[in-house]
């Protein structure tokens, strides 16, 4: 027991036969790394165990309970002195001990979770002559039980969640109702700012704590604010901010959250691509079923052609040629048709053929472009500026490239509007523009231009279309080490630019 001078004339008899009773007891409670107080029947703390005058702050001995928590600066929380009631003195003291209730206290600003166990203690006649007062700090293990808690209901809200702005509304509301402080979830938009579905958006603390733990990318406390950034593999997807009472404590939490956070968004992301690309996929297999009935109905139509000429006593040659060339350009259709379903799915697998060997690439440009003129009936611009392009080169895949190149400049312009090719050489490399007064390509649209099965919002009108030529020619480009990329204006049309290596 603590050698205190013992002042017998400020004890009351039944506060001096308490004292007595706690000398035996002493030297177990005195160890204990739970706090222990012995408060008289006056409500006077008559000792105090280390960890008590730890958590107190200095000697509490000898003042009111609510004297020795304000001495030490401990409160409730949120706010609020502490009283007998509160720890349930007045209840042991009626011979209802307490047994392990958890209070919410603020230890020196510090928001700590205490479990409060009293028990009476009773004098010669069996009357309560005063209160032990067990004080444990739990404050971990309720920090653990919010985290499962809380982390458990956010699995279970977010688990089919397909909106990111559902998803942040989703987590701020748990995330403040789970640690009873204001929230608010920010989502980082394409241009970097931040932007706040759910609750919380309009405190501007929150969105300061937001931006700078964001720009920092990591968890930052204030004093008044908790933050956390909202990363997935080095991508910046937003960010989480808590007001008061939040502590640092919470803050391996709010990480939890932002981690989870993180997953949700990135679920939700890959489940909408999932989605779209089986739209995609369900478009493009009619797209094609269209694209394949129109030659098949073509041959079908030659075909009778052929059997009505054969039928005619005298054999009709201008007739049969002509259906014998529809039958041959119509097979041709759909071979190349077929030749592009295949070629994306080389693609998709990573097993693109390409053949390369050296050679002049400048002979491929001009026959490509020439049949291009003949086969679409256009005529096309030609400008050279070089002699050669020497390069290691498959013919057959440039020419592939440059002709659905040709065919869009084509497809999607007037008839009477010119297509121009230009053929230069820059240092190392040869760069091949093909320029046309067409469409154009809408903003939204372009960062998806080299997509599979992806076409322009504004294409539908000029016709069907599968969406893999440019595709195949981004990766028969790729696979020549080279570059592609475009210039385009709405209504103005568009210029592609193919860079190739020399040697």
């Known amino acids: 027991m603590p050698n205190h001078r013992q002042r017998g004339k400020n004890l009351t008899q039944s506060e001096r036969i308490f004292l007595a009773q706690l000398r035996s007891l002493w030297p177990v409670l005195d160890p204990l790394p739970t ?7 006056r409500r006077r703390v008559l000792f105090a165990n280390r960890a008590a005058r730890r958590l107190l702050s200095g000697e509490p001995e000898r003042r009111l309970l609510e004297d020795a928590f304000a001495a030490g600066d401990v409160t409730l929380a949120p706010a609020g002195p502490v009283g007998a009631a509160d720890l349930g003195v007045d209840r042991a003291l009626a011979g209802q001990p307490v047994e392990a209730e958890e209070v919410r206290f603020s230890v020196r600003g510090v928001v700590t979770f205490l479990r409060v166990t009293t028990a009476p203690i009773q004098g010669p006649d069996k009357r309560a002559v005063g209160v032990l007062v067990l004080l444990t700090d739990v404050t971990e293990l309720v920090a653990g039980e919010r985290r499962a808690s809380l982390l458990a209901h956010l699995g279970r809200a977010l688990v089919a969640r397909l909106d990111p702005a559902a998803i942040a509304a989703q987590v701020a509301e748990l995330t403040g109702r789970g640690l009873g402080a204001p929230c608010a979830l920010f989502l980082a938009t394409p241009t970097g700012e931040l932007e706040a579905p759910g609750q919380g958006a309009t405190i501007p603390p929150l969105r300061t704590a937001a931006e700078r733990a964001l720009a920092r990318r990591q968890t930052l406390w204030s004093g008044e604010t908790l933050a956390a950034p909202i990363l997935r593999e080095g991508q910046a997807l937003g960010a989480i901010a808590l007001g008061s009472p939040a502590q640092p404590p919470d803050g391996p939490l709010v990480e939890q959250v932002a981690g989870l956070t993180a997953l949700a968004l990135e ?15 369900d478009a493009v297999l009619a797209v094609a079923s269209h694209e394949i009935s129109t030659p098949l109905s073509a041959l079908a139509g030659y075909a009778d052609i052929l059997a009505h000429v054969m039928e005619q006593p005298v054999l009709n040659r201008t007739a049969l040629e002509r259906a014998a060339h529809g039958i041959q350009r119509t097979a041709e259709q759909v071979q190349a048709l077929s030749q592009r379903l295949l ?3 080389r693609i998709r697998r990573g097993q693109l053929l390409v053949e390369r060997r050296p050679g002049d690439l400048l002979p491929v440009v001009r ?20 002699s050669a392009l020497p390069g290691r080169w498959d013919p057959v895949r440039v020419e592939q490239a440059l002709d659905n190149l040709l065919s869009n400049a084509i497809h999607y312009s007037r008839p009477d509007s010119p297509v121009r090719v230009r053929v ?11 320029e046309d007064r067409g469409i154009g390509i809408p903003e939204a649209d372009r960062p998806h231009v080299f997509e599979a099965f992806r076409r322009g919002s ?7 279309g599968l969406g893999l030529g440019l595709h195949l020619v981004h990766e ?20 592609f630019w193919l860079v190739l290596p020399l040697e």
């Open 35 to 41: 706090s222990v107080l012995a408060v008289s029947w």
């Open 367 to 386: 026959e490509t472009i020439e049949r291009a003129g003949i086969g679409y009936g256009r005529p096309i611009d030609l400008e050279i500026n070089v």
């Open 343 to 345: 070629d994306s799915e």
């Open 267 to 281: 679920g939700a992301r890959l489940r909408a691509e999932t989605q779209a690309a089986s739209d995609a996929k």
């Open 458 to 464: 504004n294409a539908a009108a000029a016709g069907p």
């Open 424 to 434: 230069e050489r820059r240092g190392s490399e040869a760069r091949i523009a093909i």
């Open 476 to 495: 028969i480009v790729r696979a020549h080490e080279g570059r592609v990329w475009f210039d385009s204006v709405v209504g103005r049309g568009t210029t």
